[in-house]
């Protein structure tokens, strides 16, 4: 039926031109177009192929969940075999994001990727991948890996038939292009750039230029106002600091708006809710000038972000340590992730998810070990003030009183047919990429640009038969940096925010922009690993991430004192699961799942008495009035949980965005009352805030009277009740129904409607555990609980399906299973034998090179 509606939506546009691409007709063509793809949706029962390299077959059966298990001799053999097998079922994707992180998807889509492949060669991505590939020892074990693989990419091209085609290139005209071992290193530093790309040296430029330097610093504070940290502190409990955030100072005298289009150059950032007309109640707030992939909060506490947690067996029903993995990242069909399992006889057995176009598993279990990760959001990227010879077209920088020449690297944009689209010419100085900003040029250094540690700490992990043995096995990786969390069987559990962290001069805070003129302003070197934050068999017998602050900045700790980063994401998803973890001392696996859905939410609960308090001394004296006494009795009936049938939820949210909107109007740029603000301070900050009854953030300059934080509640949860029932009807007509608000989007690739899944009711909302943003395109993205006895267990699922044809079942087949919240047994068998004939799907010979 899916196959027969998607063709049915193509042959609907086959005059229609894809961007640049021909007309769809010749795709419908029944022998060699989609025709023949949707008969080859589904995989065979047996079949064979040759691999050049392979020094002896492989073999390799999808069990009943469609997971290839992959038997080889060789460690380079089973790369070689995954390389193919995933090839074989993603080929589209991988090209998509390789060519994202070299910068030219102009070859396959034509010109309007020309943006996006310019932001991508301006931050200087596909030369770091040229540099650190010349860097590799090509004798080394990650070259043999990144070349195996590659054979096994080129094999599959080189073999497939019209029928294997996939749809996507039939639909635009083009052929797939052969693989590179460079290619691994372009998907990395996509990686790097979705998950360590941050401005947070603009963002706080742009604040003081609106409120001064003073509250620019509260507002984007070097640590976290909320204190929940990865590494346990005395305090188990989510803490506020006692800091007061200062008033807001003067504008700048020459405008207060210069610098916002920095921000906007390069970046993935939007900006926040604007002045005026009051927002639509249900719109997600977009992320702002503050927070970008890395941070996700800027008061919407948005959805990418990740949770892991490990429980030790003494807390554990079983006796045995148990792991849970929920990275959190953009929803796509096909997904992000492809699950493997790769058996080599003493040597390796491993099975997880590995990102299609990188070889090996990046999140999983062996017999021994199991490990996930969390992205730590370091600042691992500063910005320098460079002194030129020429403001518009420079030849030279400064340094120490020394000109230095440019290095100069032309980029040429080409299009489908090799035509050139644009050429430019980028800048470097010896820290890296040089590009306008603050007025002048400024050069840029970042970590991701430095790698070439994370292939080998990722091949060397699965190796691993404890959890100190995996520690040392990744104590070389570098970027992009993560919360790694591993347990093990004999019950010990670990955590280590790992990856490389600048060391800077004087104050050591990488949020301000330098001065690029001496060389005293770069970096000293690197933070050394026994100073990463980091915990091993806590007393409290867990441990949590989820994005938060790593080290209490008030506990003792080796990391104390160390800038690791500034402005983080709330810790309301920690202060919950932690909540959760502390009450259970005989957790199950079952636990584990269910958790990773919880509906609960810290933020909820924590703000929530503040309206109905402050609208209580309201009403108390005579203020209130009728929408006010409503609007806090419909919001006291909430339960505070996010299902899909509560109807309260979106009250509280709209609740939430207009006490953003008046809490922050002074962040609207005095020149433009009617533009959007230039930040969206977390909502820790808020929380910080309320702290402050009187504080001159609660007043409204446009008003002659002095507000105060109980006039800001009252008023903010009373225009909620107005516009949520003006948009969705009264409160109990159905319309304020949670599962009609949020919903899951999986947008395909080239946001093809009848290729997505859009519209999804889900359970939860921002900052649970499980979060649901309005926009609904990120999210958990694979879960896995893993307990470790004697022998190993694991149930995982992600949203979606191995296959990348949009017409095969096997496509978005896993989708019911996520939105419910339940997992999958996953299989491991020992060898081939160990699958029952009743639980293979298919199965692939794979032999050498005739």
Same mark, same amino acid.
């Given at each position: 039926?899916?196959?027969?509606?998607?063709?049915?939506?193509?042959?609907?546009?086959?005059?229609?031109?894809?961007?640049?691409?021909?007309?769809?007709?010749?795709?419908?063509?029944?022998?060699?177009?989609?025709?023949?793809?949707?008969?080859?949706?589904?995989?065979?029962?047996?079949?064979?192929?040759?691999?050049?390299?392979?020094?002896?077959?492989?073999?390799?059966?999808?069990?009943?969940?469609?997971?290839?298990?992959?038997? %080889?001799? #060789? &460690?380079?053999?089973?790369? @070689?075999? $995954? +390389?193919?097998?995933? =090839?074989?079922? /993603?080929?589209?994707?991988?090209?998509?994001?390789?060519?994202?992180?070299?910068?030219?998807?102009?070859?396959?889509?034509?010109?309007? %990727?020309? #943006? &996006?492949?310019?932001?991508? @060669?301006? $931050? +200087?991505?596909?030369? =770091?991948?040229? /540099?650190?590939?010349?860097?590799?020892?090509?004798?080394?074990?990650?070259?043999?890996?990144?070349?195996?693989?590659?054979?096994?990419?080129?094999?599959?091209?080189?073999?497939?038939?019209?029928?294997?085609?996939?749809?996507?290139?039939?639909?635009?005209?083009?052929?797939?292009?052969?693989?590179?071992?460079?290619?691994?290193?372009?998907?990395?530093?996509?990686?790097?750039?979705?998950?360590?790309?941050?401005?947070?040296?603009?963002?706080?430029?742009?604040?003081?230029?609106?409120?001064?330097?003073?509250?620019?610093?509260?507002?984007?504070?070097?640590?976290?106002?909320?204190?929940?940290?990865?590494?346990?502190?005395?305090?188990?409990?989510?803490?506020?600091?006692?800091?007061?955030?200062?008033?807001?100072?003067?504008?700048?005298?020459?405008?207060?708006?210069?610098?916002?289009?920095?921000?906007?150059?390069?970046?993935?950032?939007?900006?926040?809710?604007?002045?005026?007309?009051?927002?639509?109640?249900?719109?997600?707030?977009?992320?702002?000038?503050?927070?970008?992939?890395?941070?996700?909060?800027?008061?919407?506490?948005?959805?990418?972000?990740?949770?892991?947690?490990?429980?030790?067996?003494?807390?554990?029903?079983?006796?045995?340590?148990?792991?849970?993995?929920?990275?959190?990242?953009?929803?796509?069909?096909?997904?992000?992730?492809?699950?493997?399992?790769?058996?080599?006889?003493?040597?390796?057995?491993?099975?997880?998810?590995?990102?299609?176009?990188?070889?090996?598993?990046?999140?999983?279990?062996?017999?021994?070990?199991?490990?996930?990760?969390?992205?730590?959001?370091?600042?691992?990227?500063?910005?320098?003030?460079?002194?030129?010879?020429?403001?518009?077209?420079?030849?030279?920088?400064?340094?120490?009183?020394?000109?230095?020449?440019?290095?100069?690297?032309?980029?040429?944009?080409?299009?489908?047919?090799?035509?050139?689209?644009?050429?430019?010419?980028?800048?470097?100085?010896?820290?890296?990429?040089?590009?306008?900003?603050?007025?002048?040029?400024?050069?840029?250094?970042?970590?991701?640009?430095?790698?070439?540690?994370?292939?080998?700490?990722?091949?060397?992990?699965?190796?691993?038969?404890?959890?100190?043995?995996?520690?040392?096995?990744?104590?070389?990786?570098?970027?992009?940096?993560?919360?790694?969390?591993?347990?093990?069987?004999?019950?010990?559990?670990?955590?280590?925010?790992?990856?490389?962290?600048?060391?800077?001069?004087?104050?050591?805070?990488?949020?301000?922009?330098?001065?690029?003129?001496?060389?005293?302003?770069?970096?000293?070197?690197?933070?050394?690993?026994?100073?990463?934050?980091?915990?091993?068999?806590?007393?409290?017998?867990?441990?949590?991430?989820?994005?938060?602050?790593?080290?209490?900045?008030?506990?003792?700790?080796?990391?104390?004192?160390?800038?690791?980063?500034?402005?983080?994401?709330?810790?309301?998803?920690?202060?919950?699961?932690?909540?959760?973890?502390?009450?259970?001392?005989?957790?199950?696996?079952?636990?584990?799942?269910?958790?990773?859905?919880?509906?609960?939410?810290?933020?909820?609960?924590?703000?929530?008495?503040?309206?109905?308090?402050?609208?209580?001394?309201?009403?108390?004296?005579?203020?209130?009035?009728?929408?006010?006494?409503?609007?806090?009795?419909?919001?006291?009936?909430?339960?505070?949980?996010?299902?899909?049938?509560?109807?309260?939820?979106?009250?509280?949210?709209?609740?939430?965005?207009?006490?953003?909107?008046?809490?922050?109007?002074?962040?609207?740029?005095?020149?433009?009352?009617?533009?959007?603000?230039?930040?969206?301070?977390?909502?820790?900050?808020?929380?910080?805030?309320?702290?402050?009854?009187?504080?001159?953030?609660?007043?409204?300059?446009?008003?002659?009277?002095?507000?105060?934080?109980?006039?800001?509640?009252?008023?903010?949860?009373?225009?909620?009740?107005?516009?949520?029932?003006?948009?969705?009807?009264?409160?109990?007509?159905?319309?304020?129904?949670?599962?009609?608000?949020?919903?899951?989007?999986?947008?395909?690739?080239?946001?093809?409607?009848?290729?997505?899944?859009?519209?999804?009711?889900?359970?939860?909302?921002?900052?649970?555990?499980?979060?649901?943003?309005?926009?609904?395109?990120?999210?958990?993205?694979?879960?896995?609980?893993?307990?470790?006895?004697?022998?190993?267990?694991?149930?995982?699922?992600?949203?979606?399906?191995?296959?990348?044809?949009?017409?095969?079942?096997?496509?978005?087949?896993?989708?019911?299973?996520?939105?419910?919240?339940?997992?999958?047994?996953?299989?491991?068998?020992?060898?081939?034998?160990?699958?029952?004939?009743?639980?293979?799907?298919?199965?692939?010979?794979?032999?050498?090179?005739?």
């Amino acid at each position: 039926m899916i196959a027969v509606l998607v063709l049915s939506a193509c042959i609907a546009i086959g005059s229609i031109r894809f961007g640049p691409a021909p007309p769809l007709g010749p795709a419908l063509d029944p022998v060699h177009g989609i025709w023949a793809v949707a008969r080859s949706a589904e995989l065979p029962r047996t079949a064979a192929g040759h691999i050049p390299g392979l020094s002896a077959r492989v073999d390799v059966r999808y069990d009943g969940r469609n997971v290839p298990h992959i038997f %080889a001799t #060789s &460690e380079a053999d089973a790369y @070689r075999a $995954l +390389g193919y097998v995933v =090839a074989r079922d /993603r080929l589209f994707q991988i090209e998509v994001q390789v060519r994202a992180g070299a910068g030219t998807l102009t070859e396959l889509v034509g010109a309007p %990727a020309l #943006s &996006e492949d310019r932001d991508t @060669r301006r $931050l +200087g991505m596909p030369r =770091a991948a040229e /540099r650190m590939l010349a860097a590799l020892d090509t004798t080394s074990a990650d070259a043999i890996e990144m070349r195996a693989y590659a054979d096994g990419v080129n094999a599959w091209i080189d073999q497939m038939g019209p029928a294997d085609l996939p749809i996507e290139y039939q639909l635009l005209g083009r052929r797939p292009r052969r693989w590179a071992p460079i290619d691994a290193l372009h998907l990395l530093n996509r990686m790097s750039r979705t998950l360590s790309y941050d401005r947070v040296e603009s963002a706080r430029e742009v604040v003081a230029r609106v409120v001064g330097d003073s509250a620019a610093r509260a507002l984007l504070p070097l640590h976290s106002p909320l204190q929940q940290p990865i590494v346990p502190s005395a305090s188990a409990v989510l803490r506020l600091r006692t800091d007061r955030l200062p008033p807001p100072g003067p504008p700048d005298a020459d405008g207060s708006t210069m610098g916002v289009a920095a921000l906007r150059d390069g970046s993935s950032r939007a900006f926040g809710a604007t002045g005026g007309a009051p927002p639509d109640p249900t719109a997600d707030p977009a992320p702002d000038a503050t927070h970008g992939a890395t941070h996700p909060g800027a008061g919407v506490e948005a959805t990418l972000g990740s949770n892991n947690w490990a429980v030790s067996p003494r807390r554990t029903q079983a006796g045995y340590a148990l792991l849970a993995g929920d990275p959190h990242l953009e929803m796509t069909l096909p997904s992000l992730w492809y699950e493997v399992h790769l058996v080599v006889p003493g040597q390796l057995d491993v099975a997880g998810v590995t990102i299609p176009g990188g070889p090996g598993v990046i999140l999983g279990f062996t017999r021994d070990v199991a490990w996930t990760f969390t992205n730590t959001g370091s600042d691992v990227m500063d910005y320098y003030a460079e002194t030129v010879d020429d403001r518009r077209d420079p030849t030279q920088y400064r340094l120490d009183g020394v000109w230095h020449p440019l290095e100069r690297r032309l980029e040429t944009y080409r299009g489908p047919a090799g035509e050139i689209l644009a050429r430019e010419v980028v800048l470097y100085t010896h820290r890296g990429p040089l590009r306008p900003g603050g007025g002048g040029w400024q050069s840029m250094r970042w970590t991701a640009l430095e790698g070439g540690g994370a292939f080998g700490a990722l091949r060397a992990a699965p190796h691993a038969h404890s959890t100190a043995e995996w520690l040392r096995a990744t104590a070389g990786y570098d970027v992009p940096a993560q919360n790694m969390l591993v347990a093990d069987r004999s019950g010990s559990i670990a955590i280590r925010s790992t990856g490389r962290y600048p060391l800077r001069p004087g104050d050591g805070r990488g949020d301000v922009v330098r001065d690029g003129s001496t060389s005293a302003s770069d970096w000293t070197g690197a933070l050394s690993l026994d100073r990463y934050p980091a915990a091993i068999d806590p007393p409290q017998g867990y441990l949590a991430s989820n994005n938060q602050e790593p080290v209490d900045p008030d506990a003792p700790s080796a990391a104390r004192g160390v800038y690791l980063g500034a402005d983080w994401p709330s810790p309301w998803r920690a202060a919950h699961i932690n909540a959760l973890l502390r009450a259970d001392s005989l957790v199950t696996p079952d636990d584990m799942r269910r958790w990773q859905t919880d509906p609960g939410s810290a933020r909820a609960d924590y703000f929530v008495p503040y309206f109905l308090n402050a609208l209580r001394r309201a009403d108390s004296g005579g203020h209130a009035g009728p929408r006010g006494r409503d609007a806090a009795r419909l919001l006291g009936e909430w339960d505070r949980r996010y299902t899909r049938e509560n109807d309260r939820a979106v009250l509280f949210e709209a609740a939430m965005r207009a006490l953003r909107n008046r809490a922050w109007i002074r962040l609207i740029p005095p020149r433009q009352p009617h533009g959007p603000r230039v930040a969206t301070p977390s909502d820790a900050v808020l929380a910080e805030l309320l702290a402050d009854p009187k504080s001159l953030w609660w007043d409204d300059p446009r008003t002659p009277a002095i507000e105060t934080r109980d006039d800001g509640l009252t008023a903010s949860l009373t225009v909620a009740l107005d516009s949520v029932t003006a948009r969705y009807g009264p409160p109990d007509g159905g319309g304020w129904e949670w599962a009609r608000i949020r919903h899951a989007n999986f947008n395909h690739l080239l946001y093809m409607r009848p290729f997505s899944r859009l519209g999804l009711p889900v359970q939860g909302g921002i900052e649970t555990l499980s979060p649901s943003s309005g926009g609904g395109t990120e999210g958990p993205s694979w879960r896995m609980v893993v307990q470790l006895g004697p022998e190993v267990h694991a149930w995982a699922t992600y949203p979606g399906g191995q296959s990348g044809n949009p017409v095969s079942t096997r496509y978005a087949d896993r989708l019911p299973q996520w939105l419910a919240g339940t997992l999958d047994s996953v299989r491991m068998p020992h060898a081939v034998s160990g699958l029952a004939p009743s639980d293979i799907r298919a199965t692939l010979t794979l032999d050498p090179a005739r």
